[in-house]
């Protein structure tokens, strides 16, 4: 659903304002499909839609252009990397060794763009 999202939802606007950070991002939502996979064998039900935070980032990066949507833009990426990252990092000690070993192959790509989110305008 994640990868849907992004490709309907915002891939036009973040082709526009910022297309190297998009790419990389794409890539990112790409490894979703090996954690759709990890989570179809663990029996893990994924939600079918956008809780209602992230639906409202959605239209309110919709209705803007310009400086307003790279300062939103930018300041989703490093609140959502943070808090992907520290999922990560606590999903990587459980004791679940597919989830921990899924956790802590993708941590080094999050950590990197975390960085490059923080560079982001307005960051």
């Known amino acids: 659903m994640r990868t ?3 490709s309907t939802t915002l891939s036009e606007l973040l082709r526009t304002y910022h297309p190297g950070f998009a790419q990389v991002q794409a ?6 499909a ?3 996979t990890l989570r179809d064998l663990k029996g893990i039900d994924a939600p079918q839609k956008l809780d209602t935070e992230h639906h409202n980032m959605v239209r309110k990066l919709e209705a803007q252009d310009g400086e307003a949507f790279d ?8 609140m959502d990397h943070d808090k992907a990252i520290d999922l990560f990092e606590a999903t990587s000690k459980s004791s679940d060794t597919d989830l921990a ?3 802590k ?7 990197e763009h975390k960085q490059m989110a923080s560079k982001l305008p307005g960051q």
């Open 4 to 6: 849907s999202l992004w």
């Open 27 to 32: 890539e990112l939502h790409q490894t979703a």
């Open 34 to 36: 090996a954690l759709q």
């Open 71 to 78: 300062l939103e833009y930018s300041r989703h990426m490093n």
């Open 101 to 103: 070993g899924f956790a």
């Open 105 to 111: 192959k993708t941590l080094p790509t999050l950590k």
